[in-house]
């Protein structure tokens, strides 16, 4: 039992020197001043790099707006993209965008409400003979590197289902810091009157033997290319 005092005295002798030191420190201590918009913008966007690239995405950058069409056309060129479907924009005009693909030779698949079942039929197989598609995300969840996309006539969802690769754009002050951010700027309207589909990297499944095949479900390459507004 002596040897036992004495190591419990030794213990509480130096929990109570650190607990000196601590106030000590923490008399010290500045208050870290909030971040600004931007800076808490940047911090969101380094986050959802850092997680998109854990679970296999492909972090293309932060650009400016006027920088989207060479940075996509870079992308297209990378991965030997000769045809490439594209919806339409949630803040932007993608037409730009499409007619700088197609100054390249890229051919181009142009989505927009059909309509009959026969014609979004039609629509939908040309998308699957795509090596790219194009989607602007709704928004995006920096904890997890997810984006969000809301389905619309003029932006299917088999944009990001059914090509072999998909580039999704999102602007910089789109990007939320969790699940429940998200799901607040989507709105309850947009979540119970659309189909709206969470993206985590590229499509993957174990059902096959308990292996991990990528591709089964969706794109085997999932690119995402941030857009920093002028404004934030």
């Known amino acids: ?6 190591i419990m005295a030794a213990v509480k002798t130096a929990l109570g020197s650190e607990a000196k030191a601590g106030a000590a420190n923490h008399q010290e201590t500045r ?4 971040l600004v918009p931007g800076a808490q913008s940047a911090e969101l966007v380094s986050s959802f790099a850092r997680e998109l690239e854990a679970v296999g995405g492909h972090f293309v950058g932060t650009f400016s707006a006027t920088e989207l069409s060479t940075r996509t056309l870079e992308l297209a060129d990378r991965i030997g993209a000769l045809t490439v479907a ?3 924009g949630v803040s932007f005009n993608t037409e730009p965008l499409a007619n700088a693909l197609e100054q390249r030779g890229r051919e181009v698949i142009r989505c927009a409400p059909v309509g009959d079942e026969p014609a979004r039929h039609a629509l939908i197989e ?3 003979r795509a090596d790219l598609g194009i989607v602007e995300a709704d ?4 904890s997890t590197g997810t984006i969000a996309v809301t389905g619309t006539p003029a932006r299917p969802n088999a944009l990001t289902l059914l090509p072999p690769a998909a580039l999704a754009i999102v602007r910089a002050d789109r990007l939320r810091p969790d699940a429940a951010a998200a799901l607040d700027s989507l709105g309850a309207e947009t979540i ?3 189909r709206v589909a969470f993206i985590t990297g ?3 499944t174990a059902d096959i033997e308990k292996l991990i095949v990528i591709g089964v479900h ?3 390459q999932l690119h995402v290319l941030m857009v920093w507004p002028d404004d934030v």
């Open 192 to 194: 119970a009157n659309h």
């Open 139 to 142: 928004c995006a969840i920096a």
């Open 31 to 34: 208050v870290t001043p909030p």
């Open 86 to 88: 594209i919806g339409a």
């Open 1 to 6: 039992m002596g040897a036992f005092v004495r």
């Open 218 to 220: 969706g794109p085997k």
């Open 126 to 128: 040309r998308i699957a």
């Open 202 to 204: 590229p499509s993957r």
